[in-house]
């Protein structure tokens, strides 16, 4: 028995992200991993850190015991702080330390994952500790290093990938919050429609119609007459809903046309990861 057919595109993904992600950091030297990104206290030494503690928790090795320092200002919730333990536990580690971890746990992995027999519908924990759908943590892990690949590019000022297998993946999860975003958190009124025109490497159009009923689906096809339309590039909308940035901080790379209010609210609320 084989990886079954539906989680090859995310084992792909996953692997030409982590495989362009050690790529990138193996030339770095030891002061350049110290190099701050996007991500509040993170430096490039802590993302690679997560990105290798996610990995080795998902192989099942056992979590760090590991005290964290009381000092640490972004960690502020369960959440964070279940995620810096693997962090943190690596914050002395040199580059040369940190290049061979991560090679060796991407090929511990690469094996793992060219060994699952499992169906997608399998249950499983989650590195979150949460039971989720084998198909779902795939995914979700694709996602993930695919934007902290994109995290480590703009502090290292190495653009690229952004209309690769991740990408794909990524814009196809962000798309599906859509919906959530423009009815439940910006609060559209009912029977309006809100058209997202991303250009860039990865270009798309997306139209999000809210019914009678305030309910809200996403689809491809153009609207007349929308509510809104927000026109921006896809490193823009990727920063934009992965948190990374705020909206004034990127407010000349976003045209808005139609309602100001309801687009403002939108852009505030599109942040969608944790």
């Not at 580690?93 to 094996?111: D, F, K, N, P």
Request: hydrophobic share 40%; net charge negative; aromatic share 6%.
């Amino acid at each position: 028995m084989t990886v079954h057919p539906s989680l090859q595109s995310s084992i792909d993904a996953w692997t030409h992200s982590i495989e362009a992600i050690v790529e990138l950091v193996k030339p770095l030297v030891e002061s350049e991993w110290s190099v701050a990104t996007d991500l509040p206290g993170w430096s490039v030494r802590d993302v690679v850190s997560h990105i290798i503690g996610v990995e080795c928790e998902m192989l099942g090795d056992p979590r760090p015991i590991h005290t964290l320092p009381r000092d640490l200002y972004h960690v502020r919730s369960e959440f964070a702080r279940r995620m810096e333990v693997q962090v943190d536990v690596r914050r002395h580690h040199t580059a040369l330390e940190m290049v061979s971890e991560l090679e060796y746990t991407v090929i511990r992995r690469s094996r793992q994952l060219r060994n699952e027999t499992r169906k997608p519908d399998a249950e499983m924990r989650s590195p979150l500790g949460e039971d989720r759908t084998l198909e779902f943590v795939l995914q979700q892990r694709a996602f993930d290093v695919w934007v902290h690949e994109q995290d480590l590019r703009r502090v290292l000022g190495k653009p690229g990938n952004l209309d690769s297998p991740g990408a794909y993946l990524t814009r196809d999860l962000l798309v599906k919050a859509l919906p959530i975003v423009v009815a439940k958190r910006a609060q559209a009124p009912a029977d309006s429609a809100v058209v997202f025109d991303v250009s860039g490497p990865l270009e798309f159009l997306r139209t999000v119609r809210v019914n009678a009923e305030g309910r809200a689906t996403v689809d491809g096809s153009v609207s007349l007459g929308p509510t809104v339309t927000l026109a921006l590039d896809w490193d823009t909308f990727v920063q934009l809903a992965c948190g990374r940035v705020r909206p004034a901080a990127v407010a000349e790379r976003v045209k808005v046309d139609g309602d100001h209010e309801l687009a403002a609210a939108i852009l505030d609320q599109l942040a969608v990861t944790p």
